[in-house]
């Protein structure tokens, strides 16, 4: 069965930084892309970024570019997203999905606090 | 950027009745990469059509896609109680991959 699992979220100042990982299993890895999405509290989605299979290609929204960077670790079956300079407005509940995978995961909550 | 505009923003419907969700994109998307996702309270999104047209695995048959182009629309033929929920589209043609605002789906 294809998985997505998020991990990472937490509270954490404006300005800090936070890795979120998605740990894929059910799938030949290396085959696909993966999305990071989020919902702020009570909104809808957001695209946050995408990188190919291979890992070559990667796209960010304009609200996160030169902030966040999205990787794959093929050995270990696992996406991040690593996220700098973070603000208040970067409060979300961030998923990962593959539409190509038909999946998505069940979030992790970043909350950017004081 | 391409601008998605669903409509109507809520849609009041009976159980058994049949709903038209559409999605209006500001230009054309690339090879009809567009797909729908449902969101119920409390829960992560699920994929239902990608494609455009394409069924997700395990997506029962009573949700539809059709459309090209700038205008697609979302089918549900005959409403049950769980299909109650918000309706997002999204295009991944062209990053970024730009989600529409949402139709809420509530029981009339």
């Known amino acids: 069965e294809v998985q997505l699992l998020e991990s990472g979220g937490d509270l954490v100042q404006p300005g800090g930084s936070l890795r979120l990982s998605c740990a894929a299993s059910?799938?030949?890895?290396?085959?696909?892309?993966i999305n990071w999405v989020r919902q702020s509290p009570g909104k809808g989605l957001e695209w946050v970024s995408v990188?190919?299979?291979?890992?070559?290609?990667?796209y960010y929204a304009d609200s996160v570019k030169g902030r966040f960077t999205i990787s794959r670790d093929n050995s270990r079956n696992t996406f991040h997203l690593q996220m700098n300079s973070l603000r208040a407005e970067d409060t979300a509940v961030y998923y990962c999905?593959?539409?190509?995978?038909?999946?998505w995961g069940q979030g992790t909550l970043v909350t950017v606090s004081s | 950027e391409i601008v998605l505009t669903q409509s109507p923003g809520t849609l009041s419907l009976s159980p058994g009745e049949r709903a038209t969700l559409s999605c209006r994109a500001s230009?054309?998307?690339?090879?009809?990469?567009l797909a729908w996702h449902q969101q119920k309270p409390g829960q992560a999104p699920r994929l239902l059509i990608y494609?455009?047209?394409s069924r997700a695995t395990g997506i029962p048959d009573r949700f539809s896609g059709t459309g090209s182009g700038t205008d697609f629309t979302l089918t549900i033929s005959r409403l049950e109680p769980e299909d109650f929920a918000v309706y997002y589209c999204?295009?991944?043609?062209?990053?970024?991959?730009?989600f529409g605002l949402g139709t809420k789906l509530e029981i009339k």
């Open positions: 999905a593959g539409i190509a995978l038909g999946r």
């Open positions: 059910g799938f030949t890895f290396s085959s696909y892309g």
């Open positions: 990188i190919s299979r291979s890992g070559d290609t990667t």
């Open positions: 230009q054309s998307v690339s090879s009809n990469s």
């Open positions: 494609g455009a047209s």
């Open positions: 999204q295009q991944y043609g062209s990053s970024p991959y730009t």
